[in-house]
């Protein structure tokens, strides 16, 4: 098993940066990707980047590209977020995911993810 933690969640202005950090614990040579998501009150979950573990490849979403930035630590077994210009349509909580196939397809949805952190609050203020 596969155990993730994240932090670094928390309230900013508009405008303002903050900073995830995802760590993993456990069977963590499992893992071949790393990613984000974020549920904002009344929506699905929706996919927000990944990273690949061995290559450091990352994806991102269009609605952060540009803003966000993924990137690993494969000896601290931690992912990290960098957001700058948050916007308050950023606000919700974000997780961390972890998944083990190698094929990387539908990286993106949800279901593709076999390890789920317990999510941290990001609240950006007009």
């Known amino acids: 098993q596969v155990q993730l933690v994240e932090s670094g969640g928390g309230l900013v202005q508009a405008g303002g940066s903050l900073r995830l950090s995802c760590a993993a614990s456990?069977?963590?040579?499992?893992?071949?990707?790393m990613g984000w998501f974020r549920q904002a009150p009344g929506k699905e979950r929706e996919f927000v980047a990944v990273?690949?573990?061995?290559?450091?490849?990352?994806t991102y979403a269009d609605s952060v590209k540009g803003r966000f930035t993924i990137s690993g630590d494969n000896a601290k077994n931690t992912v990290y977020l960098q957001m700058n210009s948050l916007k308050p349509e950023d606000t919700a909580v974000y997780y961390c995911?972890?998944?083990?196939?190698?094929?990387?397809?539908?990286?993106?949805?949800?279901?593709?993810?076999?390890?789920w952190g317990q999510g941290t609050q990001v609240t950006v203020s007009s």
């Open positions: 995911a972890a998944h083990q196939d190698s094929s990387d397809s539908y990286y993106y949805v949800r279901s593709k993810y076999d390890y």
């Open positions: 456990g069977r963590t040579f499992r893992i071949y990707a």
């Open positions: 990273i690949r573990r061995s290559s450091g490849v990352t």
